[in-house]
């Protein structure tokens, strides 16, 4: 049976969050990897970018995914020294947004760490020291819902510093410190030094009985047996008929000669002679 695109998803979903949560699974999700997505995006977007190599030889699809893999992270790294905070900048304009929507939320301290805020009629427990709240958003990327931005702020402390090392320019830097070195042509490769590497030796292969050829070859030679046939039918008939039209001249020839010499026609009109005529010819 072929797998769809929602057995696949549902696959997916299963291996987060088990089977009894695959309707609403982002509560159930893990809080370890950081991660809120439900799709797995990431796969689609980097299946997009090799879609024009995928169909090349080996050699040049890996030449390829180089170059791009090259310019990206170069790319990357440059915009990366240009950012002056110490988050990433989609991560800071998240919490940005969070930091705006957290002016409507009111805080209510329970202790010295937690607090019940209200945003919107609903309630949520928030808890600084343990970087969770009752939404589950915190608990989940590690940046600050707007709850916990409004606790955040409420106690003057930064929002950024409550966002995990995940997502700092510093870790980007520590993760990808390497570049991938660009390369000459083929044409400026050094020689090994093992053998010549030769193409494998060409071999006869058995007579094909069912190619296309073969048919195309076989039909060839029933229509060039076909016309031969038909031609020589063709001339036999035409041939027996001007023998009958032949014989049938001949007949009438024979049939005017008995006639003009029983009736006493002549000439090429055919019309007869009066007795007068002949008598007085004679
Ligand atoms: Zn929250």
């Known amino acids: 049976m072929p797998i769809s695109r929602t057995n696949s998803k549902e696959k997916f979903l ?11 699974p982002r509560h159930a999700f893990s809080t370890v990897p950081k991660c809120d997505m439900l799709l797995n995006n990431l796969c689609e977007v980097f299946n997009s970018k090799l879609i024009t190599a995928r169909d090349k030889s080996l050699l040049t699809m890996c030449e390829m995914i180089r170059r791009y893999l090259m310019t990206r992270i170069v790319k990357n790294r440059e915009a990366m020294n240009k950012v002056s905070g110490p988050l990433c900048p989609r991560i800071q304009n998240k919490l940005n947004i969070n930091k705006i929507e957290s002016r409507d939320s009111k805080n209510d301290l329970l202790d010295g760490n937690r607090f019940e805020v209200t945003y919107k009629g609903k309630q949520y427990i928030v808890d600084i020291a ?22 955040i702020t409420h106690k003057k402390h930064i929002p950024e510093d409550y966002v995990d090392d995940y997502f700092k320019v510093e870790t980007y830097h520590r993760v990808y410190p390497h570049l991938i070195l660009p390369t000459n042509g083929e044409e400026l490769w050094p020689m090994g030094a093992g053998n010549k590497v030769m193409p494998p030796d060409m071999r006869k292969q058995p007579a094909q009985t069912s190619t296309v050829g073969s048919k195309k070859k076989k039909v060839e030679r029933r ?60």
């Open 14 to 24: 299963m291996s987060l969050c088990g089977e009894q949560q695959k309707r609403q």
């Open 130 to 151: 343990a970087k969770k709240c009752a939404c589950y958003k915190w608990d989940l990327t590690c940046i600050s819902c707007k709850h916990a931005v409004s606790v």
């Open 223 to 282: 229509n060039k047996k076909y016309n031969a046939g038909a031609s020589t039918s063709h001339h036999s008939s035409m041939t027996q008929e001007n023998v009958s039209s032949q014989r049938s001249v001949a007949s009438g020839t024979r049939r005017s000669v008995a006639q003009r010499a029983g009736t006493g026609i002549s000439g090429a009109s055919g019309t007869p002679r009066s007795d007068a005529e002949v008598s007085g010819r004679q």
